[in-house]
């Protein structure tokens, strides 16, 4: 990002940039008519989201921030100016290793820009996280969804009907094994229920709706069953005690 060093609030000190530094001027600032966005209020907050927002979209991003940190690092808080990198003077001055700011109570070197702990330190403070903290927090997020949907796959046992249908509701990816199950109970359902065996009274009655002659086993088969009807009420048989 190109940045000038301002020597007051009227940004009226010359540039001193080193002109070698070709990528400055790829730099979505360096293109702006008036670079003004870049130097907000601290108060302004619509204006520092804009202007985070239109570093998020510059193709030099990560050199402009590597260069605010090497130049700035040590600086205390106040002597940092403007948007630089898509990062606040006192997101800069957080991420600065060699400051107290980017140490914890007790000395504890605290979570570098780029990770969930920094996201949530961002939020903590009330300030804007930068993009590599955005990134860093949803993909933990989707870590968190997918870790759930495991616990939840090995409690309830994924492989099963019950399982498929949890997926379909919470529109989640259904696993193979789910789909397997769902596969094969939509097979149950649609197949026809085979015909009764010969030498039952199923088979006989089978016979009669087909107009055929009933073979001898389930002729048999179905005089049993009337002469159990006469004797006990049903025709059932009664296994053996």
């Known amino acids: 990002m190109l940045i000038h060093h301002y020597a007051t609030t009227s940004h009226a000190a010359p540039d001193t940039l080193d002109r070698t530094e070709n990528w400055r001027y790829d730099g979505v600032c360096a293109r702006a008519v008036d670079d003004e966005l870049w130097f907000p209020e601290p108060s302004d ?3 520092t989201r804009d202007a985070i927002t239109a570093c998020l979209l510059c ?14 690092q040590g600086l205390g808080k106040v002597s940092r100016h403007g948007i630089r990198g898509g990062l606040t003077p006192a997101q800069r001055h957080a991420a600065d290793t060699s400051t107290r700011a980017a140490q914890g109570k007790s000395g504890r070197q605290l979570a570098p820009c780029g990770t969930d702990a920094a996201y949530d330190r961002h939020r903590r403070n009330g300030e804007q996280p930068c993009d590599p903290c955005r990134r860093a927090h949803n993909e933990r997020n989707v ?24 997926h379909l509701l919470a529109g989640e990816d259904i696993d193979p094994a789910c789909q397997a199950a769902s596969d094969a109970y939509e097979q149950q359902l649609t197949l026809a229920p085979p015909p009764p065996e010969c030498g039952t009274r199923g088979g006989y009655e089978r016979h009669q709706r087909q107009g055929e002659t009933a073979c001898t086993p389930c002729r048999q088969a179905n005089a049993d069953a009337d002469r159990r009807l006469r ?9 053996a005690a």
């Open 45 to 47: 907050k619509a204006t």
């Open 59 to 72: 193709p030099v991003l990560m050199l402009c921030r590597q260069a605010a940190l090497t130049e700035e």
């Open 143 to 166: 870590q968190v969804r997918a870790e759930t949907r495991h616990r939840r796959a090995i409690a309830d046992g994924c492989g099963t009907t019950k399982a498929y249908y949890r």
């Open 231 to 239: 004797n006990t009420g049903t025709t059932t048989e009664r296994s």
